[in-house]
């Protein structure tokens, strides 16, 4: 999966999360992202050369180019963003603390 999709899915999984206003932390929901996360972990999309760059302020950029305009920022969805890219940050920060190869 190349990085566009994994945003693609994972404006998907917002857009999912927003409309049946659930947590991002119930276990099916959180399981989704992680599994995205991981695609982009082991695709490196985080490194500084990748393209596109998928570390949580990146994504927010790209989810602001692509979806989100200044007439309509969806403030709803996008506390579903944040708080998917928190979790998004952490698990990052984990690994790489560890030194995982996934």
Excluded: C
Aim: proline share 2%; no cysteine.
């Amino acid at each position: 999966m190349d990085g566009y999709e994994i945003i693609d899915k994972l404006n998907n999984i917002v857009n999912t999360h927003w409309e049946f206003k659930s947590s991002v932390h119930q276990q099916g929901y959180k399981d989704d992202i992680f599994r995205l996360f991981l695609e982009a972990y082991r695709g490196n999309y985080f490194e500084p050369s990748a393209h596109p760059r998928l570390t949580g302020d990146a994504v927010r950029d790209i989810f602001f180019a692509r979806y989100y305009t200044q007439e309509n920022k969806e403030e709803e969805k996008l506390k579903v963003l944040n708080a998917i890219l928190n979790k998004w940050d952490e698990w990052y920060y984990a690994l790489n603390k560890i030194g995982a190869e996934l």
